[in-house]
C-alpha cells in the first residue's frame, strides 16, 4: 500500500521560474514530512522538512507547503536553476506506534529545468 | 565531518552467494536504518537498528534477510543465498534518534547489488 504518493512522474520547468512538486499522504498519523533530492547513482539527500504543527517551513529557494486537512504537502523551488534538475522524493513518518522511525517514501518526480 | 559511508559501492553475486553490505554512520548518529529501491521505485523501508539492538525488521523479508549493527564496527545487511530478485539499490541512513520526532534521516550513496 502507497501511503505516500507523488503523482507526477516528471515535471519540466524553464531556469529562473517557478517549480511546484506535489505529494499527498493517506496516513493520519504521519506528523513529519522531508523532501530528499537525488541524482543517479548517488544516496538522496536531505533538502527541507516541515512538522505538522506548521504549515510552511523555507530555507533559501525551497519552500515547503503543509496542508494537513487535505493531507497534502508540496515543494517550491524558486527561482529554479539546471543543478535542480534530479528526482525529488517526498517521505514522511510517524513518532507514534511500532513504526516509529521508519520513513516511507513516494516514487519520486523527476525536475528537469532547461535553460 | 563524513557523512554515511557505505561499502562496496557496487557488488556482483552469482545466485545462491551471500552478500554483505556495510554502513557505518555519520559521526554522532546512534541509529541505523536500511532502505531497499528497485528500478523505477521509491525506497521501501526494511530495517531499523540500534546499537546492538533491531528496532523494526518488519519490512524484511523473513528468509535469507539479516541485519546487525554491533557494538563496535558498521552495520552490516547480509543477504543468503541471492537470487536475481535481490538485485537493487540498498541505502543506508542514520540519524540521532531524536524523542520528539523530527529526526532527520541521512543517507549513504548506496551499495548497487547485481545477482547473475
Known amino acids: 500500500d502507497q501511503q505516500v504518493k507523488q503523482n507526477s512522474p516528471s515535471l519540466s520547468v524553464q531556469e529562473g521560474r517557478i517549480s511546484i512538486l506535489n505529494c499527498d499522504y493517506t496516513n493520519s498519523m504521519f506528523d513529519y514530512f522531508l523532501w530528499y533530492k537525488k541524482y543517479p547513482a548517488e544516496g538522496p539527500t536531505f533538502l527541507i522538512s516541515i512538522s505538522s504543527i506548521k504549515d510552511k517551513n523555507e530555507d533559501g529557494r525551497f519552500t515547503v507547503f503543509l496542508n494537513k486537512s487535505a493531507k497534502h504537502l508540496s515543494l517550491h523551488i524558486v527561482p529554479s536553476q539546471p543543478g535542480d534538475s534530479a528526482v525529488y522524493f517526498c517521505a514522511a513518518s510517524s513518532d507514534r506506534g511500532s513504526t516509529l522511525g521508519r520513513l516511507y517514501f513516494g516514487r519520486g518526480t523527476q525536475l528537469t529545468v532547461w535553460p | 565531518n563524513a557523512g554515511v559511508m557505505q561499502n562496496p559501492r557496487h557488488l556482483v553475486r552469482r545466485r545462491g552467494q551471500e552478500a554483505r553490505l556495510r554502513c557505518s554512520p555519520m559521526k554522532g548518529h546512534s541509529h541505523v536504518y536500511w532502505y531497499r529501491q528497485l528500478p523505477e521505485e521509491g525506497l521501501k523501508f526494511m530495517v531499523y537498528?540500534?546499537?546492538?539492538?533491531?528496532?523494526?525488521e518488519s519490512g524484511m523479508p523473513k528468509e535469507r534477510f539479516s541485519a546487525e549493527f554491533p557494538k563496535e564496527g558498521p552495520s552490516i545487511l547480509r543477504i543468503q543465498q541471492v537470487v536475481r530478485g535481490d538485485s537493487a539499490a540498498y541505502f543506508c541512513a542514520s540519524s540521532r534518534g531524536l524523542a520528539e520526532g523530527t529526526d532527520t534521516q541521512y543517507f549513504g550513496p548506496g551499495t548497487r547489488l547485481t545477482v547473475l
Open positions: 537498528l540500534q546499537k546492538e539492538n533491531i528496532i523494526d
